[in-house]
């Protein structure tokens, strides 16, 4: 009897442990709420033309950003190419919709490369660059994961955040498009940003 009784107490304490596990995971991973303005910070970066870029630059008009950086072997690529294809279906409803793609990669992608980058996908995002402390300050301020993984010689490849955030007029956090996500949720949630300004 007691034996049975040590072992249910032994289940009852590891159950509580895992679930308080996955209490703090879940806290971990908690997004802002819907509307709530965040990743404001203090940043002076570039965009491709070399006009300046504060976070008052994300404010005015429904906006998708996405940080990666122009040597991307896939995720990067795919994704711009979504924005554009998104910005395509969407056709005259999607006028108001902007695309901005920061760089996590300022050492190498300098705003005439990473504004060639975008641009040669379509001429509606805007890339956006910087010395690597104001950068370092926007991915802070965005949470935005990012690692330099060396490679073979001097050559390195970014792991990063691979999450398009999306943004109403304020700059106010509305939800996420992940990467590889079914193009009709994409869109019905753009469409959504899109209503509502």
Same mark, same amino acid.
């Not at 709420?33 to 990743?39: M, S």
């Not at 949470?143 to 993984?149: A, E, F, N, P």
């Given at each position: !009897?007691?034996?049975?009784?040590?072992?249910?107490?032994?289940?009852? %304490?590891?159950?509580?442990?895992?679930?308080?596990?996955?209490?703090?995971?879940?806290?971990?991973?908690?997004?802002?709420?819907?509307?709530?303005?965040?990743?404001?910070? +203090?940043?002076?970066?570039?965009?491709?033309?070399?006009?300046?870029?504060?976070?008052?630059?994300?404010?005015?008009?429904?906006? !998708?950003?996405?940080?990666?950086?122009?040597?991307?072997?896939?995720?990067?690529?795919?994704?711009?190419?979504? !924005?554009?294809?998104?910005? #395509?279906?969407?056709?005259?409803?999607?006028?108001? %919709?902007?695309?901005?793609?920061?760089?996590?990669?300022? #050492?190498?992608?300098?705003?005439?490369?990473?504004?060639?980058?975008?641009?040669? $996908?379509? +001429?509606?995002?805007?890339? $956006?660059?910087?010395?690597?402390? #104001?950068?370092?300050?926007? %991915?802070?301020?965005?949470?935005?994961?990012?690692?330099?993984?060396?490679?073979?010689? +001097?050559?390195?490849? !970014?792991?990063?955040?691979?999450?398009?955030?999306? /943004?109403?007029?304020?700059?106010?956090?509305?939800?996420?498009?992940?990467?590889? #996500?079914?193009?009709?949720?994409? /869109?019905?949630?753009?469409?959504?940003?899109?209503?509502?300004?």
């Amino acid at each position: !009897m007691a034996t049975a009784g040590l072992r249910i107490t032994r289940i009852v %304490l590891w159950t509580v442990v895992v679930l308080v596990g996955l209490a703090a995971a879940g806290l971990y991973f908690v997004k802002p709420p819907v509307g709530q303005a965040f990743g404001g910070g +203090d940043y002076a970066l570039v965009d491709g033309t070399g006009k300046p870029f504060t976070p008052a630059s994300l404010k005015g008009g429904p906006t !998708m950003l996405f940080f990666g950086y122009t040597h991307c072997p896939d995720v990067c690529p795919a994704t711009l190419s979504d !924005m554009a294809s998104w910005f #395509e279906q969407l056709g005259p409803e999607g006028k108001p %919709l902007r695309a901005v793609f920061v760089t996590v990669d300022p #050492e190498r992608d300098t705003p005439a490369i990473i504004n060639d980058y975008a641009h040669a $996908v379509s +001429d509606r995002i805007t890339a $956006v660059t910087g010395s690597r402390p #104001e950068i370092d300050k926007m %991915l802070k301020a965005w949470g935005i994961y990012s690692k330099k993984v060396p490679l073979k010689g +001097d050559d390195y490849s !970014m792991d990063h955040t691979a999450t398009v955030f999306l /943004l109403d007029g304020e700059a106010g956090f509305e939800g996420t498009i992940a990467y590889e #996500e079914d193009q009709a949720t994409a /869109l019905q949630k753009l469409r959504n940003l899109i209503a509502k300004g």
